[in-house]
């Protein structure tokens, strides 16, 4: 969750989040009618979805092509930020990892209280704010993404997944729970599962990657000192090994967890034996504070990222090495 200085916002507001926005939007290509084949690069879309037009970016690398469906990585930004932040690629290395890997990258934009989009948020469940407050239906929103994006471009059906950043992190969560269906797994980061229930139609591996010094989603579970200064916005945070063990529950994992990656600074343990070919496995790192491991320090959460691991590069080589469906 992200801090914020109530004068802060008052001076930057429209510096910082809403102007940005705007200009990544105009910068992007034209929303192409259905049907219209989309060049490689960035485009904008907006649909209706429950009674209010939402947003999207999209990003379609350089070696898609219509012969061969693509996999597609929906990526939530955190809580108060928005579609463009996430897309950074200074700040969380998306644009590349998807050129790099060939997945397509979707970007939504959460709810919003300003009519450009910006200090947006996610109904995850008991987190957070406005988005939690209005019940608004992001599940149905998210699965109307992915439906839109698979209408223009060949997508995958058997290779969507979301990752997602602290309140984006939990959406994606709730998405493993409720779309099932939909995502295959999910890679959330700094966020933890705080749905109000969970039943998945069938197991979605999870790689979660969080920070043992992480003072917005405490890793022993709560809200921490640099969460929301308006706390009515969030709830206590489930930690994240009770967030493991719900999913290694679900999943129905049997064999020993074990260790895959363990280095200074970092270490991965993956829960195997799972059914239907789902893992479990949670990255950890010493130090890094509630941000994107191997991105870059963001002008809002100023903390430096830990280097000892790349979220990208882990979650994709994750992702890619499932059990083909």
Request: charged share 20%; hydrophobic share 40%; net charge neutral.
């Amino acid at each position: 969750m992200t801090r914020f200085d109530h004068s802060f916002l008052r001076l930057c507001l429209w510096f910082c989040l809403v102007l940005p926005l705007a200009h990544a939007l105009a910068g992007a290509a034209p929303e192409a009618s259905l049907g219209a084949a989309l060049a490689a690069g960035d485009h904008a879309f907006t649909l209706e979805h429950d009674g209010l037009t939402r947003r999207y970016l999209l990003h379609v690398p350089r070696s898609y092509t219509d012969s061969r469906p693509a996999p597609l990585l929906m990526a939530l930004h955190g809580g108060g930020g928005n579609a463009r932040f996430q897309a950074d690629d200074a700040h969380y290395g998306l644009i590349t990892a998807s050129e790099k890997f060939g997945f397509i990258a979707v970007f939504p934009n959460g709810i919003s209280p300003l009519p450009r989009g910006g200090l947006a948020s996610w109904n995850a469940g008991t987190c957070c704010a406005q988005a939690r407050d209005r019940n608004i239906d992001d599940v149905g929103f998210l699965r109307a993404v992915v439906a839109d994006v698979s209408r223009r471009l060949a997508v995958d059906p058997a290779r969507v997944y979301a990752t997602g950043m602290s309140n984006g992190g939990m959406m994606a969560q709730r998405l493993a729970c409720e779309a099932a269906d939909v995502f295959r797994a999910i890679a959330p980061v700094a966020g933890t599962d705080n749905t109000l229930s969970c039943t998945p139609s069938r197991p979605v591996a999870v790689i979660e990657f969080h920070a043992r010094d992480d003072d917005h989603v405490l890793f022993a579970g709560g809200a921490g000192p640099k969460a929301f200064k308006d706390s009515s916005k969030v709830a206590p945070f489930t930690g994240v090994e009770e967030t493991i063990s719900r999913w290694v529950k679900r999943n129905q994992c049997t064999a020993p967890p074990r260790v895959v990656l363990d280095k200074p600074g970092a270490r991965c343990i993956r829960h195997g034996g799972c059914s239907e070919g789902a893992v479990v496995e949670l990255c950890v790192t010493d130090e890094g504070g509630h941000s994107w491991p191997g991105g870059g320090a963001t002008r809002i959460v100023k903390t430096r990222p830990s280097s000892a691991l790349s979220a990208d590069e882990l979650m994709w080589e994750f992702f890619a090495g499932l059990p083909p469906k």
